[in-house]
């Protein structure tokens, strides 16, 4: 039984191609979240198309009827946004956003 702050070490791989117009063949998304008093409660890292990436920061998160969005920093100092299908035992979680930050 996990304890209060432990990290959830499930990963969730999820189709890419119906939100961002890529073959589902070509990249997927896994997400490591952390959990506190309710699981999943915030991703730390994931994969993206075999690379992966460290959160940085949650620079915003709402919520849908069905889904919870988190928009993030990654450790390459680009922007992503995550989607996590809430309205199902574990749900996928799909790449909604990414914006390449020009670095000076």
Partial sequence: ???????????????????????????????????GRKAEERPVRFRLDGR???????????????DVFFKIRGDDGNV???R?????PDGEWDLVSFRELKRS
């Fill in 1 to 35: 039984m996990e304890t209060h702050g432990e990290f959830l070490k499930q990963w969730f791989k999820a189709d890419l191609g119906k939100n961002t117009g890529h073959n589902s063949n070509d990249m997927n998304v896994a997400v490591e979240c952390y959990a």
């Fill in 52 to 66: 992966e990436y460290l959160v940085e920061e949650v620079l915003d998160q709402w919520y849908g009827p069905e």
């Fill in 80 to 82: 992503y946004i995550l």
């Fill in 84 to 88: 996590h299908e809430t309205s199902v």
